[in-house]
């Protein structure tokens, strides 16, 4: 399975930067994880590919190139974009971002091929598959209603927490799931910042040491995704210091095969 953390902005020459300031991990070249940097930074073999897109929660760095993408697709599609996420999720996106005024209700448009954006509501334990790829929605504890997943496509899974404060559940279905050849884990903000990432719902690197306390899968690699841009530096040093075998910071832009 490869998965790929798009990037969500460039800065030295063409070279990806490694502040993330969005979400949107692309598997297999085929499903959006999320689509946060969609529109801005996948390439056109993703663009040309990518028709679901799964939405683990509402916040804005996790749905802004969602719209965009699919403006850009809208005169060349042959069937609707799918748009998988929890119903109330949907709602949000329904109600506060296609609503005309920040951008057109495209479930209610179509081109000359039929209907451009179709919504797949999905409820947390329930798995759903897309092409070659299952997908095991699992409810995690962040500010809006949000979800992670263990993603498998036959042959390994992938599990991702997705945004998340503590969340014992998760790595119980990660300990659980028999071909587990890595996770993805969120770690938002520094050590300095606890407060912040428990009124915000979020991890630091000692919060993501006590999650990994549950994790019984020596050997499988950990790595570190959504680390807030401004304290990326800070974040990735505090990861280092705290020792863990096979735990790594996810490099941005870089396809990762599992
Ligand atoms: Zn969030």
Known sequence: MRLELLASSFGNGEAPSQRQHLSCIVIDDVVAFDAGSLAFSCSDRQREQIRDVIISHS????????????????????????????????????????????????????????????????????????????FKPIDVNHMVSSVGAIISDGKVCVGITGDTAHTEAIWKEFNDCEDLAAVLVECAFPDDLTDLAAVSHHLTP???????????????????????????DQIVEQIGKLGIADLHVLEIGRPYDF
């Open 59 to 134: 916040h804005l760095d996790h749905i802004a190139g969602l719209p965009l993408f699919l403006d850009d697709l809208f005169s060349t599609l042959t069937g609707p974009v799918r748009v998988h996420a929890k119903a109330e999720v949907i709602e949000v996106l329904e109600r506060d971002v296609f609503n005309w005024s920040i951008y057109p209700k495209f479930s209610e448009l179509s081109n000359s091929n039929g209907p451009v954006l179709e919504y797949r509501p999905f409820l947390a334990g329930n798995p759903f598959t897309i092409k070659h790829l299952t």
């Open 206 to 232: 000692s919060g993501l040491a006590s999650e990994l306390a549950e994790f019984a899968r020596p050997g499988v690699p950990v790595y570190a995704i959504n680390l807030k841009p401004m304290y990326r």
